[in-house]
């Protein structure tokens, strides 16, 4: 009798073991490796989950491409021809960003397109030939002053007020994507999660009983810079210059333009934001990296983010003090830390 509970017991333990062990997959979309991570449930669980966000990345990925045709590039073409465009599927992608333009005081900019095409960043192969463009076209394509709020739909009908216009959300895509998909794996009954898209993560629940532990990269782009723990829902998302760039006569050309002056932004060479929506903390990791040292604490204020860590390129660590309470660098590899005022 008593053997057979014993049995029993151990079968249950076995059991648990399977059910609660760690399921990983990686699979290369969106220009980059996405990696999943579920904790809890069976692996035909979570291999169904794993399938559904792989086919719903896809998805996305071509319904935003930016250079490839796509429903965008539709839009985009429509808008370069003074038309109206029907497509449902990117209104809330269109009202999502408008919004985020404003808060950020249009250095988040998904209009820009045009400036983005002209510094070479409608490529997947960077490394091809690069010469920067003239001062007369910088200046041409700035003084079209595309806006989010140029951009008006009525019903499914899209148009915009500027031909100047062309939307690019690659600065805000992946954020949007991991957003949507931790939504979805919630609702295929998975509690504990990480989807990281290049840099670009949310996290869901725990790994078992402890938080998920995230490294940020070193903008170097091989090291880790930091850690963070994180559990709950959150996301930790990363921009840089050190993945996507140009070069030219050893100037590296960031693929993040400031749209005040149509060049690319200089200063940060990385901005982690950490914040409950991945769709805000990409935008706003790309507008803090336009506003640089002297403005980044006043729009992150206004984005509402609560903890932001920048890297500029002598390898300075800026983190408002929240933040400087949660990361942790390795001991042996300690930056140069400054604590900002409180966000
Ligand atoms: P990453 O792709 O490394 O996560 P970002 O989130 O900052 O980095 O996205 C950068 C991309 O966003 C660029 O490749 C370009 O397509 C687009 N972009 C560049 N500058 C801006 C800007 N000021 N506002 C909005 N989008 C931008
Ligand atoms: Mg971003």
Request: glycine share 8%.
């Amino acid at each position: 009798m008593q053997t057979r509970t014993y049995t029993f017991i151990l079968l249950l333990l076995l059991l648990s073991g399977c059910n609660h062990q760690i399921h990983q997959q990686q699979f290369y979309i969106f220009g980059t490796l996405v990696g999943i991570s579920i904790w809890g449930v069976s692996e035909q669980k979570a291999s169904e989950a794993i399938n559904t966000i792989a086919k719903d990345f896809q998805s996305m990925h071509h319904n935003w491409h930016a250079w490839q045709k796509s429903p965008l590039t539709d839009l985009n073409q429509a808008i370069a021809a003074g038309q109206v465009w029907t497509e449902p599927s990117l209104l809330p992608l269109l009202k999502k960003s408008k919004h985020l333009y404003n808060q950020s005081d249009g250095l988040f900019n998904p209009a820009i397109g045009q400036l983005i095409k002209l510094w070479g960043f409608h490529s997947d192969d960077l490394s091809s030939e690069f010469i920067p463009p003239s001062p007369e076209k910088i200046a041409e394509l700035v003084a079209l002053a595309p806006s989010m709020e140029d951009i008006h739909s009525e019903g499914n009908q899209i148009y915009s007020t500027n031909r100047g216009v062309q939307l690019d959300f690659g600065a805000f895509a992946k954020g949007y994507a991991v957003d949507l998909a931790i939504e979805k794996l919630r609702q295929l009954g998975v509690q504990n999660a990480i989807i990281n898209a290049g840099g670009n993560l949310k996290a869901i629940g725990k790994k078992g009983d402890k938080p998920w532990l995230i490294g940020i990269r070193h903008p170097n782009g091989t090291d880790i810079l930091a850690a963070v723990a994180v559990s709950g829902e959150e996301s930790v998302i990363s921009s840089g210059n050190y993945e996507r760039f140009r070069e030219y006569e050893g100037v590296r050309y960031s693929h993040i333009i400031d749209p005040r002056n149509g060049k690319p932004a200089q200063g940060f060479s990385s901005v982690t934001v950490i914040a409950r929506s991945g769709a805000l903390a990409d935008a706003a990791s790309t507008a803090l990296t336009v506003a640089g040292l002297q403005d980044w604490h006043r729009i992150a204020r206004q984005m509402g983010i609560k903890y932001v860590m920048l890297v500029d390129e002598k390898g300075i660590v800026y983190v408002n003090p929240a933040m400087a309470k949660r990361v942790q660098f390795p001991a042996d590899k300690k930056p140069q830390i400054i604590v900002s005022k409180p966000l």
